[in-house]
C-alpha cells in the first residue's frame, strides 16, 4: 500500500493490490461523464418546475395553489387543442369551399370528393351505419341481431345500384336532408285473403321473370290500387319511393309468407303490423351540418350505385364558379 509500484502516472490506488501486479486505482470517472451528471441532475430540477411532476389533485407541483401546471404551462390538453388546430388549418381550405357547392360540384371535383370521402366514412359510421351497416351493406343482409330488424325497420342497402328514390346525387342528398317514408296502405280490409294470396303469387312470379304465368293475381294487381303507386309495369314510382316488384331485390321479406305480411298490412300504413320503413329527416334532427350533408351524400353516392345525371351541364357550371372566363377560353382561339 505504501510502496507504490504499480501507479502509473501518478495515480494513487485505493491499496488494494494484488498479486503485486494487479491494483484498484483511484481515477476519477472522466470529464465528460461527469458533466452528463451534472447536467442531467440540473435537468430534473428544470423539468421539476416547468413541468406538471408530482401528480397531486390539483395537477402543479410548486404550484397547486394557483392552479399552474408549471411554469411552462404545458398541458396535454393544450398540445392536443395545438395539434387540432393544425388539422383544422389544412381542412380549412376545404370545409370552406364546401360550404358553398352543390354536391354535385364537389362530387366533380376530384379533389374535394377525395377529401369527402375520408370524413364521409366517419359521418356515415356514426349516423347511419346503425341502421344501413357499415359500408351501406343493409340491415337486411347484416341479420336479426339487429333490434332494427325485429321492428321491421330495416334499412335498404346501399351499395347496389337499386334506389327506391333515386341515385343521382340530388335524390342522395335530398333523401338525407329531408329523410323518406315510403306508405303503404294495408290491404287487410280492401281485398279478400284469396286475392292477397294471388297477387302474392304474382309479384313473386314478376320477380323471376314469370308473370304472366299467374293471371288471377296479375288481374288483381291490375284492378286494385297497386298500379297507382308502383306504376303499370311494377317497376315503382321514384317520387314515392313504391319499390320496384320486378326486380329481385327485397326491400323487405321476399319470401310468399314475407311478401303476403307486406301487402296485407302495408308499410308504414298506420297498422300494428305494417312494415316500419323510416328514414330519419337529418334536417330536423339538426344533429349534422349542411356540409355534412353534402358530404354524406357524396359518400353514399361513391359506395358505386350512385347514378349518372344526364343534365350534367348545371355542375360543370356551378362547379366552375370563379371560372366562367377560364372556359370560352379555349373557343376563342
Ligand atoms: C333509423 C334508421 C336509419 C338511419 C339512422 C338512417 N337511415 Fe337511411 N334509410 C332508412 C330507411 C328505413 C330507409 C328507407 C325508407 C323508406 O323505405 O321509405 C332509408 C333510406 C335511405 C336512402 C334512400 C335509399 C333508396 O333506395 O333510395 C338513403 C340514400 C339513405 N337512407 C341514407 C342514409 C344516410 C346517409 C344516413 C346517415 C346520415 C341514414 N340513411 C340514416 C333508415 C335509416
Ligand atoms: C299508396 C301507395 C301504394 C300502394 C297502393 C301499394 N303499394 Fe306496395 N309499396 C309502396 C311503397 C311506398 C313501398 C316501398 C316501401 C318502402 O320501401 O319504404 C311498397 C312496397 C311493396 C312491396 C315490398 C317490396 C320489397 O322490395 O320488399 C310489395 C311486395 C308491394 N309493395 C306490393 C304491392 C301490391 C301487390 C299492391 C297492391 C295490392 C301494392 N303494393 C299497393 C306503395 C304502395
Known sequence: MSDNHNSAGGVPTTGHVWDDDLADFVNQPPKWWMLGLTASALWVVIYFIMYPAIPLATNGTFFKGIGLPGT???TAIKELAEDQKVLDDVRRPFEDKLKTMTPAAILADEELSKYVERS????????????HGQNGV???QVGAKFAVREQGLMAPRLNDDDWLYGGKIDDIHATIAGGRQGMMTA????LSAQQIEDVSKYVLAMSEGRGDSEAAGKKVFMESDCTACHGADAKGIQAMGSA?????????DGSIEGIKQTITYGV?????NARAAIMPNFTAAGKLSDVDMKKLAVYVYKFGGGQKD????PVAAVEAAPA???????EAK
Open 72 to 74: 411552462g404551462q404545458w
Open 120 to 131: 364521409g366514412k366517419v359521418l356515415f359510421s356514426d349516423n347511419c351505419g346503425g341502421c
Open 138 to 140: 343493409g340491415t337486411e
Open 187 to 190: 290491404h287487410k280490409d280492401t
Open 244 to 252: 320496384n316488384l320486378t326486380d329481385r331485390v327485397w326491400r323487405f
Open 268 to 272: 308504414n300504413s298506420g297498422d300494428a
Open 310 to 313: 344526364e343534365a350534367a351541364a
Open 324 to 330: 366562367p372566363e377560364a372556359a370560352p377560353a379555349p
